[in-house]
């Protein structure tokens, strides 16, 4: 509780987090080990997925703040302007996080009067990010999922297809929502969900980073329970795996490495239509 208040101060309209007595919130034994890959599949000639994954623990005492980064972007947009534009959107998020969030606390400047809420800093870095792949990258364009974790919440900003889900020994649920054609039209009601897997303009977004305009990012606080896991993905790997496949090969596997291992290994093994990037992150008690 005390690291907790030094870095995040007393709870209040400024509070970065809820109340640390709060469900979910209540970090002291427990660690966050995660595995990572990233393929470029059986079809592509070349891989423009990214990901970028930082893990830290803050502590005092006996407490310990995890306090991690975790970011997948899928490219698009042929020749080299998909990879540049997935590549420059993780470097520049998580350049912006790193100096908004991690070194503030690092030269202890935690209780800044100016300080902004995490959610609204994940959003500014997405959206300077759009507006620099717009210009750098002009015709491609990239997803963009990225989950920054503080003790058990992840606070997640969410723009296109690719995916988080929460990830527990029964269950796996996807925590962001689609921003493309046939899951709208899903939305609608205008076809099912399975007719949108074979739908031929399945992978048409309506939102994306590097287009012109105001860019909207989803925003997300998910609590991490103990035991369960945090599952980043491409659509290259979601799209090829079912959910309940992917529930099965996460819970067999005695690590999160070699569970991303087995599912690009499955993805692949299903086709390999797409570039396949995973990051999952358990927590364990």
Known sequence: ?????????????SSLLPSPTEEGNESKGHTLVVG???DKGCVRERNEDALFTLSTVFSQD???????????????????????????????????????????YLLDEGHSADRRPINQVLTEGTVIANGKVFEACPGAGTTLTCAFVLGTNAFLAHVGDSRAYLVSRNTIRQITTDHSLVNRLVELGQITPEEAKIHPQRN???????????????????SLPLNSSLLLCSDGLWGMIPEAEMLK?????????????????????????????????????
């Open 1 to 13: 509780m005390r690291l907790f208040q030094k870095l995040f101060g007393k709870r209040g309209s």
């Open 249 to 285: 090969i996460i819970n067999a596997a005695p690590s999160p490495q070699v569970a991303c291992n087995r599912l690009v290994a499955q993805a692949k093994e299903n086709g390999g239509e797409d570039n396949i990037t995973a990051i999952l992150v358990q927590v364990r008690g």
């Open 36 to 38: 990572a890959l990233t």
């Open 62 to 104: 006996e407490e310990m703040l995890p306090m991690s980064l975790y970011i997948v972007a899928d490219g698009m947009g042929g020749y080299e302007g998909g990879q540049q534009a997935s590549a420059l959107t993780v470097r520049l998020v998580a350049n912006w996080i790193l100096s908004k969030l991690y070194l503030p």
């Open 204 to 222: 048409i977004l309506y939102r994306a980073l590097g287009r012109a305009g105001n860019l909207e990012v989803d925003t997300h606080l998910q």
